[in-house]
């Protein structure tokens, strides 16, 4: 086979195997209400994390399977963050079309959510939980918008509460962005500052939790996270 004819042959499997979706996206806004799960009154100042995350692909020229995982990882189209007000209310503005690389797709499970406030339990909202199928439309609309979210108090030691807090780890890993250099974790700083000063308070009680720390985060393509997140360590 000839060079020119591989790239024939790989260009149309490249065609036949990628599912059609957008190439670029747009999301309508979100607007909703948090509230005490036992009491139903809003909680003022639960932090709301936003992302919309694109899953990506790489040719592997296996047949059986032409394509892989991107190593590095998801791509972050767009990542919001805001606090609810007096009335437990929290808005995310529409924003516009914005390209996505190539082999690249958002799933319907858009945007993915992220609630926490001190001594609440942290709860994750992702709009279609037992799916991923990539979807068409380049337009995205969140199950979520209109309604009420309710969190729960938390009850239990501070050990447990450790524990507890400590699988906003997880989540929250889209933001530390060690594959790459687009310093997402200044995009919310908010939340990077609140569970780094509880990380640091569990450590004075010599107590492990699985948050996020100050270390992790550094790059140096991206500046001292310190310095970026001083006034949200106070």
């Known amino acids: 086979m000839t060079q020119h004819n591989f790239f024939c042959l790989l260009g149309v499997c490249l065609t036949a195997c990628v599912p059609v979706h957008a190439t670029v996206y747009s999301a309508e806004a979100i607007d909703a209400q948090v509230v005490d799960a036992k009491t139903n009154q809003p909680l003022e100042g639960v932090i709301i994390v936003a992302h919309w995350e694109v899953g990506r692909v790489v040719p592997t020229f296996v047949p059986i399977m032409p394509f892989g995982n991107d190593p590095r990882g998801p791509f972050q189209l767009q990542i919001m963050e805001t606090v609810t007000d007096a009335n437990g209310r929290f808005h995310f503005p529409a924003w516009w079309p914005l390209p996505v690389p190539p082999l690249a797709a958002l ?8 609630f926490f406030r ?13 799916t991923f199928d990539y979807s068409a439309s380049s337009t995205r609309s969140s ?8 969190l729960k108090k938390f009850e239990g030691d501070l050990k447990a509460y450790a524990d507890q807090v400590g699988k906003l780890s997880v989540p929250l890993d889209f933001a530390r962005n060690w594959r790459n250099d ?15 000063k509880i990380k640091r308070s569990f450590r004075e009680k010599l107590i492990y939790s699985a948050l996020p720390n100050l270390g992790s985060i550094q790059q140096v393509e991206c500046g001292s996270a310190e310095e970026w997140l001083k006034d949200y360590l106070k």
């Not at 799933?107 to 992220?114: F, M």
């Not at 199950?143 to 309710?150: A, F, H, L, R, S």
């Not at 700083?189 to 780094?196: D, S």
């Open 118 to 130: 001190k001594a609440t339990s942290w709860s994750i909202s992702n709009g279609h939980p037992s």
């Open 143 to 150: 199950e979520v918008n209109g309604t009420t979210i309710k």
């Open 182 to 196: 687009t310093c997402d974790w200044k995009r919310i700083p908010r939340m990077l500052g609140t569970v780094i």
């Open 107 to 114: 799933g319907d499970r858009d945007p993915h959510l992220i």
